[in-house]
């Protein structure tokens, strides 16, 4: 059946249909079909139910789990008994069902590139090689996010310059980045930018891109935490020049390690796929060729294996971890008025891959953590603070040590656990044990 795609005319966001009967295996295993069926409760509900397993009241609670349902097991354990573990067919596989996937959340899946890699900063370090930055260029990340966003511009010998983050959404924003840019003139070439989708929060990427745009530069989208959040009307990872997503087990959905470069320069995309690959492609009769020296930065076909059952999925624990969200809204608000934390900022088009608050100026993070483990109950800072880390000291400028994220985020910013497989009791035993320290603590 063909699919049918209704045009939306509406200025509001485009939030994705979120049905998983749309997306049916094919018979033959593995890969997206287009068949569409009549949306049915019980079926929705028996997909959701069996994720949320029983628990023992004194059991350690993680940051995360994964979700992984039987059948991508049994699908790894068929590969195993096969012997077919780097037949690439399975790889290509799971790059159609996330390329299908993006297509059914409404993004126009004939114009879009998708390479499945070894994992996220893999994405990201490609992303940077074929724009050809380097030295002398210089490339804007945000002072608040984990440190494998500005390593991969240190690695290709390029200049990071740090941008301040807005207080609880943890993104930067189109002020921050001209203020950044303004100090930065004439100190290199402005090249990129790498707005960060923190937690599942969209970067404002209208206002970002046109910023981007005024000053000629790239920008390469890091949506590692985002799969599924909306800036606009577009899915994060489409907007920019190029998306980098994460399979990290922290992720919502993860291979283990794993990472997705999406783009629309088709040639880009190519190129993509051969640095990959050792710099290999293949000619028109079908031989290996080696074009130039690249990576072994593939993902194996037993990790591709777990992403299908996961996809299809999705469409169910976006809302369900978004109840979660608002569950901790309403358990943690009384405690706002004390000073103790403040909450993250909610906004449309938003995924939780993470719930994370500030703590007040009188607690720290990591005493937190350490109380919360007695609870049982693993906590982080969430992300880093880029300017405290030694090897980027000579991009720490006053600019820099007066933003928010110096200032505000440094030993405050506390994850709680977040993942759709728990339920309103595990989160009741959290708020129970994070209120029990900080009442401690203050």
């Not at 097991?73 to 996330?98: P, Y």
Request: with cysteine.
């Amino acid at each position: 059946m063909k699919k049918i795609r209704k045009k939306n005319k509406s200025k509001k966001a485009v939030k994705p249909k979120r049905n998983p009967q749309r997306l049916k295996m094919r018979e033959e295993g593995g890969g997206f079909s287009s068949e569409r069926e009549p949306a049915d409760e019980k079926w929705h509900a028996e997909r959701l139910i069996p994720s949320l397993r029983s628990r023992r009241k004194d059991e350690p609670i993680k940051i995360s789990e994964p979700n992984i349902d039987q059948a991508s097991s049994d699908r790894v354990a068929d590969l195993i008994d096969l012997g077919s573990l780097s037949t690439h067919s399975t790889r290509e596989n799971a790059e159609h069902d996330f390329l299908c996937y993006l297509e059914d959340c409404g993004q126009d899946e004939r114009s879009l590139d998708v390479n499945i890699v070894s994992s996220g900063t893999a994405a990201l370090h490609l992303a940077m090689i074929v724009y050809e930055i380097g030295p002398g260029d210089l490339v804007f990340v945000p002072n608040y996010t984990f440190p494998a966003t500005v390593n991969v511009v240190k690695l290709v010998g390029a200049t990071p310059v740090l941008v301040d983050v807005e207080p609880e959404s943890y993104v930067i924003n189109a002020e921050t980045l001209s203020e950044a840019i303004e100090e930065s003139r004439g100190l290199g070439r402005l090249r990129a930018v790498i707005p960060v989708h923190e937690f599942g929060f969209p970067a404002p990427m209208t206002e970002l891109m046109e910023v981007a745009r005024a000053n000629d530069m790239v920008v390469i989208e890091d949506a590692a935490c985002a799969i599924g959040a909306f800036s606009g009307e577009d899915m994060v990872g489409t907007i920019g020049d190029m998306g980098c997503f994460s399979l990290h087990p922290r992720k919502i959905v993860t291979t283990g390690e794993g990472g997705v470069v999406v783009t629309r320069d088709k040639q880009r995309g190519r190129r993509v796929a051969r640095l990959k690959n050792h710099g290999m492609e293949r000619d028109e009769q079908g031989e290996v060729i080696f074009v130039e020296p690249g990576y072994n930065y593939r993902l194996s076909d037993i990790q591709c294996a777990l992403l299908y059952g996961q996809l299809i999925r999705l469409c169910d624990w976006l809302p369900r971890r978004g109840e979660l969200a608002q569950y901790y809204d309403e358990q943690l608000s009384p405690y706002v008025e004390r000073g103790w934390f403040t909450l993250p900022k909610k906004t449309s088009g938003q995924v939780w891959q993470s719930y994370v608050i500030t703590l007040g100026p009188q607690f720290s993070q990591r005493e937190v953590s350490a109380a919360m483990r007695e609870y049982h109950i693993e906590t982080n800072c969430g992300a880093t603070v880029l300017s405290t880390i030694s090897h980027l000291a000579e991009q720490v400028t006053p600019r820099v040590e007066q933003g928010v994220a110096h200032t505000m985020l440094l030993d405050r910013t506390l994850a709680l656990p977040m993942c759709e497989r728990y339920d309103e009791e595990v989160l009741d035993r959290v708020v129970k044990g994070l209120t029990e320290v900080l009442s401690k603590l203050a």
